[in-house]
């Protein structure tokens, strides 16, 4: 299938959204109810193959009981299968665990079965067929504002730049500790096909159980995750679920050589994580124990820092989307930095550009850090930061970032290289340890580039993009002082306790 026909077909079914917008339905929960009979479909093929067939799903809940039904009894089978499926094990547990039925008029439910699903055979189309047309369905979901699902969306050239950087190995074990719908998982996993010149029979059968995985809080955004992934052949419709549902700062995680996420932006957290700082729990406060974190801190992104830290083997690597006050809040954060410095190879970050991101306000950087052995001496040589910012203006509709923009990024970054063969230019800087141990709290936030706009009567923006940048400063700001706010009051409950 050409570009053109994946494209006519994304075009097919999200054009249906439309239709059940006027009853309510979300461009999300769309999505979700399109993975349900995808994969129900995907199975029933799989039954009936001439070569090995195999009964995924129990024939009392198969694709063929919903062609068969009609009306008020089509939309009762389906509300059952839903249901029970939602107790398997496996694949199919993560796929419809809690799930609903969100088309409610039963001839548009028969439509969506029949004419929409029903009437292509999904397990001919090649995996990057129905993969990508996955993924168009999953950014054509994010820009719906109201349903907030921009959020689990990193903008895929941003994910392709950050592991051109990393290259994965086909002996990497790959973790998402926040894999939102699967993204980096995806992009890693075809990066290996791509670049691997075969991936060996032992090295799939990692890959299929276990080798690449993520954990997901939310049960909607877990289930588009798993889907992704069967639909691109990572797993099989039978295996084991690559996706865990849960909260990763809640528990230790299994030892990984490569970490790669966006964590939820935000920083307020109803848990306040507490480390291996000497502070203790106060009465009535909603706590976890992680003797293994650095710093006690209420705050989400540094607990995601910690987590990441904890998960690494030693030699492993990470590259980590953060927001701004990651890289300069005191208190804990000064703290984590500093341990981060000391313990890690911290040698890159990536200032990112405002407009790339469906969250608004957000002023965001990629850091890429990699685990070291214990020693007294400070890991940390060198801390290149690149300034993809200043100058930088991106939208999400009239200007969105590419993977071109990034090229050189990626170039300087020299993917493989010793660090010591990289050079300085305009947006590239060096920073050593002893310089950046020096600087107030640690303030990793590093800028030296002035923003030619500012200057250049010629260079300004048009005004809309002037006033929408305003809009997201102003965001970023609010939610910096939020930051700060949070911070003090932690600082203040440690005192009294």
Request: charged share 30%.
């Amino acid at each position: 299938m050409s570009d053109a026909q994946t494209r006519q077909l994304v075009a097919k079914l999200w054009n249906y959204c439309d239709v059940l917008r006027d009853d309510g339905v979300s461009a999300i929960d769309y999505v979700e109810q399109l993975t349900y009979l995808l994969f129900l479909k995907m199975a029933d093929e799989r039954a009936r193959r001439p070569l090995k067939p195999e009964q995924v799903v129990p024939a009392e809940y198969s694709w063929q009981k919903l062609v068969d039904s009609d009306g008020d009894e089509l939309e009762e089978q389906y509300r059952r299968t839903l249901t029970a499926l939602g107790k398997q094990p496996g694949i199919l547990g993560t796929i419809f665990r809690k799930a609903q039925n969100k088309v409610q008029d039963p001839a548009k439910l028969k439509r969506l079965v029949v004419d929409l699903i029903g009437k292509e055979n999904w397990s001919r189309q090649g995996v990057d067929v129905k993969g990508e047309a996955y993924e168009n369905l999953l950014e054509n979901s994010a820009t719906d504002v109201k349903s907030g699902a921009g959020q689990y969306f990193t903008p895929r050239p941003l994910i392709q730049a950050i592991i051109d950087c990393v290259q994965p190995r086909p002996d990497d074990t790959i973790a998402d500790p926040a894999c939102g719908t699967g993204g980096f998982l995806i992009n890693a996993f075809e990066y290996l096909q791509n670049r691997a010149e075969d991936l060996s029979t032992e090295q799939r059968r990692r890959i299929s159980q276990g080798s690449i995985g993520g954990t997901e809080l939310v049960d909607g955004t877990a289930r588009l995750a798993a889907m992704n992934m069967v639909l691109h052949g990572i797993v099989q419709p039978s295996d084991n679920s690559p996706i865990d549902v849960g909260d990763s700062l809640a528990q230790r995680a299994k030892p990984v050589s490569l970490v790669l996420s966006n964590p939820p932006f935000g920083t307020k957290s109803s848990v306040t994580m507490i480390g291996d700082d000497g502070r203790k729990a106060r009465k009535g406060e909603n706590s976890v124990t992680r003797d293994d974190f650095w710093a006690s801190t209420g705050n989400k992104q540094l607990n995601f820092v910690q987590h990441i830290t904890s998960m690494l083997t030693v030699n492993g690597r990470a590259a980590v989307v953060l927001p701004d006050n990651v890289l300069f809040e005191g208190g804990a954060g000064e703290a984590i930095r500093r341990r981060l410095l000391k313990q890690f190879d911290v040698h890159t970050i990536l200032r990112l550009p405002t407009g790339i991101f469906y969250a608004g306000g957000v002023k965001a950087n990629v850091v890429f850090f990699e685990r070291k052995p214990v020693r007294e001496e400070p890991w940390t040589k060198k801390l290149w930061v690149y300034d993809f910012r200043t100058g930088e203006h991106f939208t999400l509709k009239t200007r969105p970032l590419t993977r071109e923009a990034l090229r050189p990024f990626v170039e300087a970054y020299m993917p493989g290289e010793d660090l010591d063969k990289r050079i300085e230019s305009d947006r590239f800087k060096a920073f050593t340890y002893d310089e950046l141990i020096a600087r107030d709290k640690a303030n990793l936030d590093i800028t030296w580039l002035k923003d030619p706009s500012l200057e250049d009567a010629a260079s300004l923006l048009p005004p809309e993009q002037i006033a929408r940048e305003i809009v997201e400063d102003l965001e970023a700001a609010l939610s910096e002082f939020a930051a700060i706010a949070q911070a003090l009051a932690g600082t203040e409950g440690s005192d009294e306790g």
